[in-house]
């Protein structure tokens, strides 16, 4: 009687949760607003002879709904490229005002409204998931074999996965080993799943690493060859600085590079770059950053075809010496 009572007055009062599913919602609504509140840093930036970093932070989870760039003029052994904590236990990831000496911010309301329907989508789910498994049990920990089943089933997965990322890890290791013997430099940086990294910390999942930014010192046409022909292995470089000492830098091997769809920035210096090549770097699916460095044999009119792109947002030119005419 009193058993059927309860069930009623439970039918009755949809709304009312069990204790369960109130700390189950306390524990994802906690773990979603750790992913999604504190900034991360996205980028590093550090200049040696005016001893300044530039940290950019983002906020946001799925989406980012704020961006903070803040320029630190620090010593050397103060500057901090990577903190190894994950960004919600560190104090000025949670900050949302100036820290550094220059500041600037980039508000999204629109995203940050997709953001929090995500987030009331992903909790009511998750509540409803948890509300309607406890009613159907007597017990917290009573399960049924399909439960048992399923819960095998996405622990193998997740360890199935962990198994081919770290391979996929140590296959990109041992090839960049290879090419920094021929003259690269590769700087990796996280390239696993946002929440994650945003949860764990990026420093405890060397796995999930891959290469991110090289520096091609020598045999620079052979290498962007190479990179250029696997694509898949380097689908997450951002970043490529070339240099070669004086050597042509050629439609074709700029062509190359179309390749690379996650390429952001591109830096030659001390090159020669015909206004062919100039043609092809505008046509970059994903460039936004160049820098020529010492660089030489192209003319003015390609620079200024160059800076007129709308997709490409900054163009340095370093100790360029001025174009004189057609080369």
Known sequence: MAL?????????????LHATSNVALAIAGGALALIAIPGQINDCLRAALDSYGCHTYVHG?????????????LADDQFEIEPEAPPWLQARCWQFSSEGVVTSRKFYPGILAVDVVCFLLLLGCGGVAAESRRRRRQHVWQFSLAEMLGGVFVCAVALGWWRWQHDQHADVTRLTQRFEKSGAFFEFGYAGPAWLGR??????????????????????AWLIKELSARPGVFRHLRKLHVSLNGDVITAQNV???SRLKGLEELWF????????????????????????????????????????NDQIENVWTFMTPTPAGED
Request: charged share 25%; with cysteine; glycine share 6%.
């Open 4 to 16: 059927a009572a309860n069930e009623q007055m439970t039918q009755s009062r949809w709304y009312r």
């Open 61 to 73: 989870w799925p989406g980012i709904f704020l961006k903070r760039y803040v320029e630190y003029r």
């Open 199 to 220: 949860l764990a910390g990026t420093q405890r999942l060397e796995f999930l690493k891959r290469p991110v930014k090289a520096v091609l010192h020598r045999n620079s």
């Open 255 to 257: 062509e190359s590079l």
């Open 269 to 308: 210096s001390g090159c020669r770059l015909r206004d062919g090549a100039i043609a092809r770097i505008a046509e970059l699916p994903s460039l936004k950053n160049i820098i020529l460095d010492m660089c030489s044999g192209m003319t003015e009119s390609a620079l200024e075809r160059l800076r007129a």
